[in-house]
């Protein structure tokens, strides 16, 4: 079955401790990217790469790492997290090839709390 | 910067009748997208709609784009209670990286 898989699921934590969610797709998808949803301001762009070893910053990139070293996955680090990180995190990844089947498939999101 | 506005933020309509969702975008796009939410999960692609296409339709949706007004248009007809979620429009420019609104938020009353 085609998927992204995103863990985990439920994540608390307390500042500063570094943390990692881990995020693979099993459609040999070029295209992979985070987003972080908070009430009122809809889907925002964290970090995405357009293939192995190429990533590119987002919209909100700052207190945010990620890595390509394999197609199928792309984690999301957050080496010092702050509260103002508490947010519902998804991972979602498409073809990039153009005028192919552009669409996103999504994880089913990360919650993360940061106390 | 987000590409895609949706108008309206929220909308509350009866089962059986039909729900329109507006979204508005900056610049000129190659494509638009239409995902849906059910609250809390990863979103769903509904429909995508190419820049030189004007209307599209996949079972009880209706996609329109305006490129001259920069906007796009979701109907969805004969609403359900399941239809009950929150809607994405998501505009992918030069770049193909799409770029999402903040979305429509819609209850469907049984």
């Known amino acids: 079955e085609a998927q992204v898989t995103q863990n985990p699921r439920y994540l608390i934590t307390v500042t500063g401790k570094k943390l990692t969610v881990t995020c693979s797709q099993n459609?040999?998808?070029?295209?992979m990217s985070w987003y972080r949803q908070d009430p009122g301001l809809g889907l925002r762009q964290i970090y995405y790469?357009?293939?192995?070893?190429?990533?590119d910053k987002g919209d909100v990139p700052e207190g945010y790492k990620v890595s390509r070293k394999e197609k199928r996955n792309f984690p999301l680090i957050l080496e010092s997290p702050s509260p103002n990180q508490t947010s519902l995190y998804f991972c979602?990844?498409?073809?990039?090839?153009?005028?192919?089947?552009?669409?996103?498939?999504f994880g089913s999101g990360t919650q993360l709390s940061v106390l | 910067s987000q590409q895609g506005e949706e108008d309206p933020q929220a909308l509350s309509i009866q089962e059986g009748e039909n729900a329109t969702m507006n979204c508005s975008y900056k610049?000129?796009?190659?494509?638009l997208q239409w995902y849906r939410q059910n609250s809390g999960r990863g979103l769903v692609h509904l429909i995508l709609?190419?820049?030189?296409?004007r209307e599209k339709h996949s079972g009880r949706l209706r996609v329109t784009l305006d490129t001259s007004k920069k906007s796009s248009s979701l109907l969805i007809t004969a609403s359900r209670a399941a239809d009950t979620a929150s809607y994405f429009c998501?505009?992918?420019?030069?770049?193909?990286?799409?770029?999402f609104g903040r979305g429509t938020s819609l209850i469907v009353h049984p």
């Open positions: 790469s357009m293939n192995v070893e190429v990533t």
């Open positions: 998501a505009a992918s420019g030069g770049s193909y990286i799409p770029t």
């Open positions: 610049t000129s796009i190659n494509n």
């Open positions: 709609i190419r820049s030189n296409e």
């Open positions: 459609m040999n998808h070029e295209y």
């Open positions: 979602a990844s498409s073809s990039n090839r153009v005028w192919a089947n552009e669409k996103l498939f």
